[in-house]
T-cell receptor, first 114, second 111 residues
């Protein structure tokens, strides 16, 4: 299994540009989520999904959109990039076995918005 | 979910045990304690979790006080590769749950 994969690894955008961060998992996990991590900070939840067709907002959803059309993929869309969105983005997936799920994280996407 | 309190940083000598504390004084009976760690620039990695009893796996041990208000993650023989930020999370068992992470404890293992 490849686990959780994220593309691209690095991205530089100009203010106002839009882009999609890709996340895929091959473990047939129901739950997927997106976090952002700013320097010296913990991870903050952006959006999450508990299954195909179901998404919900986390702590910091503004400026981001998600959709979950398949179990495997959970893309994160930046609608109009702003410098405040410069961060490292992590995607994670988990399978709630008896309600006690553990999360698997991807390697991250490092985004800079100029 | 119960909140957790962790020291911002700790250090440990290589080969010695690293004991990382976590306070969760408002934990309820059906809430589990999870530990993750994040090595520099990588995604967080699951370590261990527990409810009441002490737990051990190939990575670490989790010791929980009898009143469950605090716990300690123990890395029995710390190596330089254990240098990371360690996150303690309390969550309910069952149902839809996506954890939130605080700032954790930055552990530095020195030679």
């Amino acid at each position: 299994n490849a686990g959780v994969t994220q593309t691209p690894k690095f991205q530089v955008l100009k203010t106002g540009q839009s882009m999609t961060l890709q996340c895929a998992q091959d473990m047939n996990h129901e739950y997927m989520s997106w976090y952002r991590q700013d320097p010296g900070m913990g991870l903050r939840l952006i959006h999450y999904s508990v299954g195909a067709g179901i998404t919900d907002q986390g702590e910091v959803p503004n400026g981001y959109n998600v959709s979950r059309s398949t179990t495997e993929d959970f893309p994160l869309r930046l609608l109009s990039a702003a410098p405040s969105q410069t961060s490292v983005y992590f995607c994670a997936s988990s399978y709630p076995a008896g309600g006690l799920d553990t999360q698997y994280f991807g390697p991250g996407t490092r985004l800079t918005v100029l | 979910d119960a909140k957790t309190t962790q020291p911002p940083s700790m250090d440990c000598a290589e080969g010695r045990a690293a004991n990382l504390p976590c306070n969760h004084s408002t934990i309820s009976g059906n809430e589990y304690v999870y530990w993750y760690r994040q090595i520099h620039s990588q995604g967080p990695q699951y370590i261990i979790h527990g409810l009441k009893n002490n737990e051990t796996n190939e990575m670490a041990s989790l010791i929980t006080t009898e009143d469950r208000k605090s716990s300690t993650l123990i890395l029995p023989h710390a190596t330089l590769r254990d240098t990371a930020v360690y996150y303690c999370i309390v969550r309910e068992g069952g149902g839809s749950y996506i954890p939130t992470f605080g700032r954790g404890t930055s552990l530095i293992v020195h030679p």
